[in-house]
C-alpha cells in the first residue's frame, strides 16, 4: 500500500482511503451513535459493552485460528466441531478420569493439535484440497462427539472454580478479553513481523512462486493447521470456563461467524486476512448485533445471522468494486499443479514481434 | 469433391499487429487430397496464418480467401467453420474428465433436441464408428484424460471434422498438433493422416518438426519474418535444404563460412574436459521428456539452453531446482542438491527466475518489498523482529539500481508493467547472492527497454556466478552466452561454444542436424 499519509494534497484519497480500508471502523462508530441515540437507557453502559466483548471472545479466538490457514491459502473448516471436542475431552478428563482440571485443559488442546495434524497430513501428503478434507474430519469429530455424549447436554461439566479462569476481572475487564487480546497480538507479530508470517502469505498468495523461491510451503501449510487446531481448542477450554456447561449443538454454528470476521477483516486495512482487521470486523458486527438485539427485544434470534450476512456480502461487493479482488480470487483458487505450455511462446513472440 | 481440386486458396493474405507485419502478401492454396506443410521458425507468421484462417484476426487490405470456390469474408469464424475449414491446436481443447463421446458432442451437440433423452447408445456406436474411419479402435466410453496423446488427437480431429450445420469438412488445419508427442505417437498422427488425405481433404499441416513435414507432406511452404519464402514439392527437397530455407540463406552461409558443417558433433565429444573448477555439474539428469542431460558450468560462464516447444527445455527449470521428481545429480560446488526441495536447492546457492511470471513467480497479493526480499529475510531479522526499515533501504536501492520503473517500496507489484515484475523477480533471486542462476525465458513478452536493462545484469552478474538462460530466443542466446546446448527430443543435440554460439547455427541444430543426420535420426525414430 503506498503511504498516501504524507502525500501534499491527498487529504481526499486519504479520506476515501481510510473509508474503504477503514470501513468496519467506520460502520462500529456509526452503529454506536445510532443506538446510543435509540437506546439511550441501555444501549451504552459497561453491562453493554461487557457482555458484547466477552461474547466475542470465543468466535473471536476461532476467526483468528481460521486465518492462519487462509492466510497460507487454504480453509479450516474444522475449528468449530474443534472447539465442540475440546469442550467434550476436557469434560471427560475431568469427570470419568478425574484429572485436574488445568491438566484436563492442556490435554484437550494437544487433542486438538493431533487432529490439526491429520487435517495437515490430509492436505499436504494425500493431497486432498483443503476445503474438503477438513469438511470430512469436522463431520467425523461431530459423530465422535455425538458418540460420547449422547447427545444429551453434560450440565455442571466443569469446577466451578474453572470459572475463575475467565470470569476474574482484572481493571474492570474479565480476563477471557485479555485472552484474545493477547492471541491477537501474538498473532499480529508472527503474521507481519516474522519471516514466518511473509512464508504464509506467500504461500496463500501464489504456491507455486512461493515454492520456487525456496519457501517450504509444505510445511507452511501443515503448521498452519497444526496452529489453527491449537487455537480452536484453546477457544473450547476459554468457552468452557464461560459457559460451564456442554451442549451438543456447540461447534458448527460458530463456524460462519469465524469465517465472516476474517473476510470482513480482509477487506479492511490491508486488503488480505489480517489480525486487525479481522478483530475490528468482528467487534462492528458484535456491536451491530446487539444494538438490534436490544431494539428488538423478545424475539431477536435471526438478528444475528441477518446481520452477519448482509454485512459480510455489503463489505466484500464494496472491496471486489473497488479492485481490492485478488484476495478473493486468491481464495477461491484451487490448488494445482503448474502445467506446461510449450506453445505459449510461439503465441508471444508472434504478438509482439511479428 | 474431386482430389486436386483447390479447396483453400489464399492470395495476397497480410496481418498487421500494432506496429509489426505479421504477415505479408501470402499466396498459397491447398488442393482436395493433399498434404500442404507450412513451416517456419518462431515468429514466422505461421500461427498468424493459422488463426487468419479461422477467423480470429484482421486481415490487411487485398487479402483474399476462398473456400472451395467460395470466398470467405473476414474476421467470421461461423463462416470459416460453414465453408469447411476446420482446426485442431496444439492443446487439442478437448475436456479430459468426459468421455470420448461426449467430447465428440461438444461443438455440434449430441443428438437430441428438446427434452428428449440423449440416446447413448447410438451416440456411442457412431464415435466409435468415426474413430475408426480414422484408425483408431477406441471404447467411446473412455474418459478422454486417460487416452494416450496420440489417440486424443484422433478424438480432436474426428470432432473437427464433423459435419458443421450441414457443411462438410473440406480442408483440416492442424496447428502444431505434435509439438509434445513422441516419435512413435507423431508415426501414428502421420498414418492418420495419410487415410484422411485418401478420403479427399485438404490437409494444411503447420509444424517446426522437418521429419515429419517431409515424410508426410506433398508440398511445403517455407515462412520468413512473415513473408513466404518458398513453395516447393517436398519429395525435392533435403533436410538441410529446408533447414536453410527456414533460416534464411544469407544466415546459412554465415553458418557455413564461419566454421566446417558439422560443429555440434566436435564439441560434444571434448565437452567435458574444456571446463576446470566447475561450481555446478548436472549428471544424467531425466525427467519427462528430458533424458540423460549432463553439463557443467562454472561462474563467470554463461551457458544457453535452446530447443523448440516440445524439445524438453520448459521442463528443464523445475527440474534443476528439485520442484518435479527428477532423476540424476545436480551439485553445486560438489555438494548434490536433494531432489523435491527448492527451498534447500537456494539454501545450496541456485536460484530461478521462471518461465510464467504471473502462474511461478510473482505473489500478487503482496506489494513489491514482500516479493522481492522473500527468498531471503535474514539480513532483516533482528532481535525477533523483521526491520522494515533496513529492508525497504535495500529494496529501493534494487529498485533504483535495476532501474524498476513505476515502482516503489510497498506499491503493488501485480501493477507494474511485465519488464518491470520481471525485473522484481530478477532481484529476488540476485538477492539470494546466488552460485547458479537460472533464468528460464527471462526476457519473453517484455519490452524493448527491459530486455536491454535484463541483458546488462545477467552479463554483471556472470562475473561471479554462473548462470544458465533458457529461451526460446536464438538471438538472445547467441548474443549472451559463451556456450548453448541445444536440445532436441529431450536429448542434448549439440553443444555450441565459443565462435560456434550463432543464432542461425542455434536455430538450424535446433530444427535438425545435417541432411545425413536428419535421414538417420527419422529412421531410429521410426524403428522406436
Sequence with gaps: MPKNAGAIGAAGRVLKLSVQRFSAVWLWALFFITFSITNPSVFPTVTTIRVVLSGQVAPGLLALAVLIPLAAGAFDLSVGTMLAIAMVTMAWFEQSAHLNIVLAAIVSIIICGVIGFINGFLVVRIGINSFIATLGVSEILSAAMLFTTQDNEIDNAYSSAFQQFTQHRLLGISLDVYYL????????????????????????????GARLAGVQVDRMIWGSFVASAVISGFAGVVYASEVGLFNPSFGPPFLFPAFAAVFFGATQIKRRPNVWGTVIALFALAFGVEGLQLRFFGNNYWITPLFNGVALVAAVSLASYTGATTTFRRLRRVRAEPAVVPDKADDQTLAHNG | MQVGEAALEVSGAGVTYPGVRALQGLDIDVRA????????????????????????????????????????????????????????????????????????????????????????????????????????????????????????????????????????????????????????????????????????????????????????????????????????????????????????????????????????????????????????????????????????????????????????????????????????????DGAELPPSRPDLSVRYGMALVPADRSSNAVIPTLPVRDNMTLARLSPFWRRGWLSRRSEAKEVSAWIERLSIRGATVDGAVSTLSGGNQQKVMVARALRTRPRVLILDEPTQGIDVAAVADIHAIIREVAETSAVIILSSDSDELASLCSEVLVLRAGRVAAQLADSDVMSAAIMRLELAGGAGSLVQGAESEARQ
Design chain 1, 181 to 208: 487480546v493477547v492471541l491477537a497480538l501474538l498473532l499480529w507479530y508472527v503474521l507481519e513481523h516474522t519471516p514466518v508470517g511473509r512464508y504464509l502469505y506467500a504461500t496463500g498468495g501464489n504456491l507455486a
Design chain 2, 33 to 332: 487430397g493433399e498434404v500442404h506443410a507450412v513451416i517456419g521458425h518462431n515468429g514466422s507468421g505461421k500461427s498468424t496464418f493459422v488463426k487468419l484462417l479461422a477467423g480470429q484476426c484482421r486481415p490487411t487490405q487485398g487479402t483474399r480467401i476462398r473456400v472451395a470456390g467460395e470466398e470467405l469474408p473476414p474476421q467470421s469464424p461461423l463462416e470459416s467453420a460453414r465453408l469447411g475449414l476446420r482446426f485442431v491446436h496444439q492443446d487439442l481443447a478437448l475436456v479430459p474428465s468426459q468421455s470420448v463421446t461426449e467430447n465428440l458432442g461438444l461443438s455440434v451437440g449430441l443428438g437430441v433436441r428438446g427434452l428428449k433423452r440423449i440416446d447413448w447408445r447410438a451416440e456411442h456406436a457412431a464415435a466409435r464408428s468415426r474413430l475408426a474411419e480414422l484408425g483408431y479402435a477406441v471404447d467411446p466410453k473412455a474418459l478422454v484424460g486417460e487416452l494416450s496423446r496420440s489417440t486424443r488427437s484422433a478424438v480432436a480431429v474426428a470432432r473437427a471434422l464433423r459435419d458443421f450445420v450441414g457443411s462438410p469438412a473440406r480442408v483440416l488445419v492442424l496447428d502444431e498438433v505434435s509439438a509434445a508427442m513422441t516419435a512413435p505417437e507423431i508415426a501414428r498422427l502421420l498414418e492418420m493422416l495419410a487415410r484422411l488425405r485418401a478420403t479427399g481433404l485438404g490437409i494444411l499441416y503447420v509444424s517446426h518438426h522437418l521429419e515429419e513435414v517431409l515424410q508426410t507432406a506433398d508440398r511445403v511452404t517455407v515462412l520468413r519474418d512473415g513473408v513466404r519464402v518458398t513453395t516447393s514439392s517436398a519429395h525435392t527437397l533435403t533436410g538441410a535444404q529446408l533447414a536453410d530455407l527456414i533460416i534464411g540463406t544469407e544466415q546459412a552461409h554465415k553458418l557455413r563460412e564461419g566454421r566446417a558443417a558439422e560443429p555440434g558433433e566436435r564439441d560434444l565429444a571434448t565437452g567435458q574436459s574444456r571446463h576446470t573448477g566447475a561450481a555446478f555439474t548436472v549428471t544424467a539428469l531425466s525427467g519427462q521428456i528430458l533424458r540423460d542431460i549432463s553439463f557443467q558450468a562454472r561462474s563467470g560462464q554463461i551457458i544457453g539452453v535452446a530447443g523448440i516447444a516440445g524439445s524438453g527445455r520448459e521442463e528443464l527449470a523445475e527440474l534443476l531446482m528439485g520442484s518435479v521428481p527428477r532423476k540424476g545429480s545436480v551439485l553445486i
